[in-house]
């Protein structure tokens, strides 16, 4: 007989997974990373380099670096973040996190109880939301224009929620190269968005995981680099830059707030091998890969850009995004994307629906979120002129293709 676990299980878990099988033909979903360019020879290289000089230390919990993380991974970071965000952060006041994901699990456990309220971008990373969900904390969305927060809206919401006594735990911005959107928010309105959240206590936590791959735009100064009273917590990662596998992100924050997060991270560690590659990799190597990771990005996003325009005419609403793998779509008011998503999932397309990336997840509903970060070109010309078929069967929409009737 085969051991019923059902009526042992905690209560409110979410619903079990499903066996994963393989990846579709046509995936637009995810934070996955253009394959070709990972820097494989580089990457054996620096692996042989470091374990030949520090394997021996693999032996003992941290290396020899302590619960923070590989000390010379810390050291490199603390230096870029200095170069290009502005950010005076001691290699003593940053954690090496297994993905940004454990930085935001992190942050939430030392800042968040059940019936809380936070503050997210209405247009957001879909794991930040279902944690939040997971801990029963209420978000209020704030409205977005093409340079992030709309900050007279932000203030506002803050505050109505003062007059009800109700001070948000923080204020969750993804302001370079935000998720969905692809926006990014420039030095003005950071300064002013630090002068709003200060007014009312509350903090801001910064997730800065696209950061690096701007489109030719100048990446501004962090938030976190602007904030001289320690009210900003920042993470990063190396999934978008790098490759998501090695689940490596940081956090980066005041040691008063830093302790108490590192007192949770109940895991023994992040994994150390690929924090020694990469703490080998990065100094010589990063800059460089970035550079022609940014330009094949790029193209990607020409190319589904032309793509959408050309399959989809007028139906398919969007701003070229600053950086970054994802292109935020509208399509008008006959589309529900939920019902696309499902659909074109039967055909071979993975899509997310706006609902899964909205604080209110009805203003998501012709909303569209692709990558393209993954694909090829020549798949993202496929995938998007099959999506256009797909939709036109089932709504009608696009009319015309191409300058073509359908
Ligand atoms: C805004 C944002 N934050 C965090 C993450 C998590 O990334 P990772 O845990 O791979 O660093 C993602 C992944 O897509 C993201 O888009």
Same mark, same amino acid.
């Given at each position: 007989?085969?051991?019923?676990?059902?009526?042992?299980?905690?209560?409110?878990?979410?619903?079990?997974?499903?066996?994963?099988?393989?990846?579709?033909?046509?995936?637009?979903?995810?934070?996955?990373?253009?394959?070709?360019?990972?820097?494989?020879?580089?990457?054996?290289?620096?692996?042989?380099?470091?374990?030949?000089?520090?394997?021996?230390?693999?032996?003992?919990?941290?290396?020899?670096?302590?619960?923070?993380?590989?000390?010379?991974?810390?050291?490199?970071?603390?230096?870029?973040?200095?170069?290009?965000?502005?950010?005076?952060?001691?290699?003593?006041?940053?954690?090496?996190?297994?993905?940004?994901?454990?930085?935001?699990?992190?942050?939430?456990?030392?800042? %968040?109880?059940?019936?809380?309220?936070?503050?997210?971008?209405?247009?957001?990373?879909?794991?930040?939301?279902?944690?939040?969900?997971?801990?029963?904390?209420?978000?209020?969305?704030?409205?977005?224009?093409?340079?992030?927060?709309?900050?007279?809206?932000?203030?506002?919401?803050?505050?109505?929620?003062?007059?009800?006594?109700?001070?948000?735990?923080?204020?969750?911005?993804?302001?370079?190269?935000?998720?969905?959107?692809?926006?990014?928010?420039?030095?003005?309105?950071?300064?002013?968005?630090?002068?709003?959240?200060?007014?009312?206590?509350?903090?801001?936590?910064?997730?800065?995981?696209?950061?690096?791959?701007?489109?030719?735009?100048?990446?501004?100064?962090?938030?976190?680099?602007?904030?001289?009273?320690?009210?900003?917590?920042?993470?990063?990662?190396?999934?978008?830059?790098?490759?998501?596998?090695?689940?490596?992100?940081?956090?980066?924050?005041?040691?008063?707030?830093?302790?108490?997060?590192?007192?949770?991270?109940?895991?023994?560690?992040?994994?150390? %091998?690929?924090?020694?590659?990469?703490?080998?990799?990065?100094?010589?190597?990063?800059?460089?890969?970035?550079?022609?990771?940014?330009?094949?990005?790029?193209?990607?996003?020409?190319?589904?850009?032309?793509?959408?325009?050309?399959?989809?005419?007028?139906?398919?609403?969007?701003?070229?995004?600053?950086?970054?793998?994802?292109?935020?779509?509208?399509?008008?008011?006959?589309?529900?994307?939920?019902?696309?998503?499902?659909?074109?999932?039967?055909?071979?397309?993975?899509?997310?629906?706006?609902?899964?990336?909205?604080?209110?997840?009805?203003?998501?509903?012709?909303?569209?979120? %692709?990558?393209?970060? $993954?694909?090829?070109?020549?798949?993202?010309?496929?995938?998007?002129?099959?999506?256009?078929?797909?939709? $036109?069967?089932?709504?009608?929409?696009?009319?015309?293709?191409?300058?073509?009737?359908?």
């Amino acid at each position: 007989m085969v051991f019923n676990f059902t009526p042992l299980l905690r209560s409110k878990l979410p619903v079990p997974a499903p066996r994963w099988s393989s990846f579709p033909k046509f995936n637009f979903v995810g934070g996955h990373n253009d394959g070709e360019s990972f820097p494989l020879r580089a990457f054996i290289q620096c692996m042989e380099q470091v374990l030949q000089r520090e394997g021996k230390t693999l032996s003992t919990y941290g290396l020899e670096s302590g619960p923070q993380g590989y000390r010379p991974l810390r050291e490199f970071l603390s230096q870029s973040l200095f170069q290009n965000t502005g950010m005076k952060q001691s290699a003593e006041d940053i954690l090496i996190v297994s993905g940004s994901l454990q930085a935001l699990d992190l942050v939430n456990e030392v800042l %968040l109880e059940e019936g809380d309220t936070v503050i997210v971008e209405e247009a957001t990373y879909q794991g930040a939301l279902q944690r939040l969900d997971r801990f029963g904390v209420r978000y209020i969305g704030a409205p977005l224009d093409n340079l992030g927060i709309r900050m007279e809206a932000l203030e506002s919401i803050l505050k109505r929620l003062h007059k009800k006594d109700i001070t948000p735990k923080y204020i969750y911005t993804i302001p370079t190269v935000q998720n969905p959107t692809g926006t990014i928010m420039p030095e003005e309105r950071r300064l002013k968005f630090l002068k709003i959240a200060r007014g009312y206590g509350v903090p801001i936590f910064e997730d800065d995981c696209y950061a690096d791959l701007t489109f030719g735009a100048e990446r501004p100064k962090a938030i976190r680099a602007l904030d001289e009273g320690g009210q900003v917590i920042f993470c990063g990662s190396f999934s978008k830059t790098v490759a998501p596998a090695l689940r490596v992100g940081f956090l980066a924050a005041d040691w008063k707030i830093l302790s108490q997060i590192l007192a949770v991270k109940h895991d023994a560690g992040s994994g150390a %091998l690929e924090q020694m590659v990469l703490g080998e990799y990065c100094p010589n190597h990063f800059d460089g890969h970035l550079g022609r990771l940014r330009a094949i990005l790029k193209k990607k996003c020409e190319t589904i850009m032309e793509a959408l325009a050309g399959e989809f005419g007028t139906a398919a609403e969007f701003s070229a995004p600053s950086g970054g793998i994802f292109i935020w779509v509208t399509l008008p008011k006959g589309v529900d994307t939920t019902k696309l998503c499902e659909v074109a999932a039967l055909e071979g397309i993975a899509i997310n629906s706006g609902r899964e990336w909205s604080a209110d997840p009805e203003s998501g509903r012709q909303k569209l979120r %692709l990558c393209f970060g $993954h694909p090829s070109v020549e798949e993202i010309r496929e995938g998007i002129s099959l999506l256009a078929d797909i939709c $036109h069967r089932e709504t009608g929409i696009p009319e015309r293709s191409r300058n073509f009737g359908r």
